[in-house]
């Protein structure tokens, strides 16, 4: 998930409950695509608040692209020339002085955006990760992302960013159609696709993702099923479904309005997603988010070891031996097993993060200046005025909003329950020690009918959505917030 889509998402489910944040509209089936005073009142200095602003997962925007597609409306850019140098030296420029600023002893992950980045240097990608490092700890594991348009020219460059430090790829492929591609403007086919996925497996196995959208114009839930077949035969380990949603000002939202084009319905949206859901469940994916799914390396290495049909895999005392072998194994090594992205995990467990580049949105208490509550901050949009404002000033951001405790509540509530483990005791306490889940929404009559219904369970576990409300989410967020607010409201300071 690039850093823009995640803004999408918060505005869109918070739009939902009647917050204004933007023109948009809802989806029966699932979001379009996406704190606090952390020491006063609302927590104290735990270990695990530490971490809080101790650490940050830091996203990089490349803003530019040699098109734009039909259905984007990111901040992007056609470049005019060839700026590539001034803009990695920004980059780098812009990356210490926000790490200064936020004053975090360790960047636990890096995802490069756009934009395409893909088409940047790979020494860029080589430079900031030293910019980091010389201004403060990149965690030896640390995951570093990097999206891809499968292009031949992304292709030929994946074995040069694996030598810049890259470690994950992220590959929008979008479509297995070749008329589709180029209905959404894509400059790829879906042989290029393919071939691009393939060569990126060979490089980092286990840590390649693609992006393929549904509800396209003329698709039908039969197509997407037969496509989605296809995909299985050649992805990795992580798939990440995107719906296809209309914004204003883009190429496909004027052929909507122009009956040009039509995209299928809501039912039938949710048809495709829930066959969708039901396919990689059965092909070993787990779906850990709304839009993601990933699969245990372990596991299907041991699959693939004893020739097991993953559907029947339970039934196999052979596997059954196999697995119990391996469980320390696997216990002990969990994070690096698991193909889920941990970057995009840091924005849904409420973690910080730094945004650099034009346009690039952060969350970060900035302890640098004496800062003691966490800011969202907006870097300026435009490239070329970015680059004069980060040559000015070291850093070009445009807006910056204080986060009182019930917009941090608020975020940390929409972005958790889009994962499917949901919102835990425990990590609700680090942002809410005073009022627990059951204090805020044991109280309300649509959150108990939610309960009753099986879409929601609140337990000792926590706040969780289960299978079917994970795909009714959107529908029960307004309730969910408006109770928050009438918990948490009356009790914010004055």
């Given amino acids: 998930m690039t850093n823009r889509a995640l803004l999408q998402t918060m505005r869109h489910t918070l739009r939902v409950a009647g917050r204004v944040l933007g023109a948009g509209t809802g989806q029966r089936c699932l979001s379009g695509l996406r704190s606090g005073q952390l020491f006063t009142e609302y927590g104290s200095e735990s270990a695990q608040h530490e971490s809080l602003i101790k650490e940050a997962s830091l996203y990089v925007h490349w803003p530019y692209c040699l098109k734009r597609c039909s259905y984007c409306n990111f901040n992007k850019y056609i470049p005019k020339d060839d700026n590539n140098h001034i803009v990695s030296q920004c980059l780098q420029q812009e990356v210490g002085t926000l790490l200064q600023l936020s004053q975090v002893s360790c960047v636990t992950s890096v995802f490069f955006g756009g934009g395409t980045p893909s088409l940047a240097h790979p020494s860029t990608v080589s430079d900031i990760l030293e910019a980091i490092s010389r201004r403060t700890s990149l965690a030896d594991e640390a995951e570093v992302s990097l999206e891809v348009n499968p292009t031949l020219e992304g292709r030929t460059k994946l074995k040069d960013f694996i030598h810049a430090g890259v470690n994950r790829f992220s590959i929008g492929v979008q479509s297995l159609l070749d008329e589709d591609l180029k209905r959404l403007g894509r400059d790829h086919n879906a042989h290029q696709a393919l071939?691009?996925?393939?060569?990126?497996?060979?490089?980092?196995?286990?840590?390649?993702?693609?992006?393929?959208?549904?509800?396209?114009?003329?698709?039908?839930?039969?197509?997407?099923?037969?496509?989605?077949?296809?995909?299985?035969?050649?992805?990795?380990?992580?798939?990440?479904?995107?719906?296809?949603?209309?914004?204003?000002?883009?190429?496909?939202?004027?052929?909507?309005?122009?009956?040009?084009?039509?995209?299928?319905?809501?039912?039938?949206?949710?048809?495709?997603?829930?066959?969708?859901?039901?396919?990689?469940?059965?092909?070993?994916?787990?779906?850990?988010?709304?839009?993601?799914?990933?699969?245990?390396?372990?596991?299907?290495?041991?699959?693939?070891?004893?020739?097991?049909?993953v559907t029947k895999w339970q039934a196999s005392s052979t596997f059954l031996s196999e697995w119990h072998h391996l469980g320390s194994f696997q216990k002990e090594h969990k994070n690096r097993l698991s193909a889920v992205s941990h970057h995009n995990l840091s924005y849904w467990k409420g973690r910080q993060y730094i945004g650099v580049g034009p346009g690039a949105h952060g969350r970060f208490v900035p302890l640098g200046e004496g800062g003691t509550q966490r800011e969202a901050r907006t870097q300026t949009l435009e490239p070329e005025v970015?680059?004069?404002?980060?040559?000015?000033?070291?850093?070009?951001?445009?807006?910056?909003?204080?986060?009182?405790?019930?917009?941090?509540?608020?975020?940390?509530?929409?972005?958790?329950?889009?994962?499917?483990?949901?919102?835990?005791?425990?990590?609700?306490?680090?942002?809410?020690?005073?009022?627990?889940?059951?204090?805020?929404?044991?109280?309300?009559?649509?959150?108990?009918?939610?309960?009753?219904c099986g879409h929601l369970t609140l337990d000792d576990g926590g706040l969780r959505c289960s299978w079917n409300g994970l795909a009714l989410l959107d529908s029960m967020l307004p309730a969910l917030l408006l109770q928050l607010e009438r918990q948490i409201q009356p009790k914010a300071p004055r």
């Fill in 195 to 309: 071939r691009t996925v393939e060569d990126a497996r060979k490089l980092c196995p286990g840590k390649v993702s693609v992006d393929i959208m549904f509800r396209r114009p003329g698709q039908s839930t039969a197509s997407w099923e037969a496509e989605l077949s296809e995909l299985l035969r050649a992805c990795d380990d992580h798939i990440s479904l995107y719906q296809l949603t209309p914004e204003r000002g883009t190429l496909l939202f004027k052929q909507l309005q122009s009956a040009q084009v039509t995209l299928p319905g809501d039912h039938e949206t949710a048809d495709m997603y829930e066959s969708a859901r039901r396919m990689l469940h059965q092909h070993g994916f787990r779906q850990y988010e709304v839009s993601n799914f990933a699969r245990n390396m372990l596991l299907r290495s041991v699959q693939h070891r004893w020739h097991l049909d």
């Fill in 386 to 452: 970015w680059i004069r404002e980060v040559q000015q000033r070291g850093h070009a951001t445009r807006r910056r909003i204080q986060l009182g405790h019930l917009e941090l509540l608020e975020e940390v509530l929409v972005m958790g329950l889009r994962m499917t483990e949901g919102i835990t005791h425990e990590h609700w306490q680090l942002f809410s020690p005073q009022l627990a889940l059951c204090d805020i929404f044991n109280s309300s009559t649509d959150v108990q009918e939610f309960l009753r």
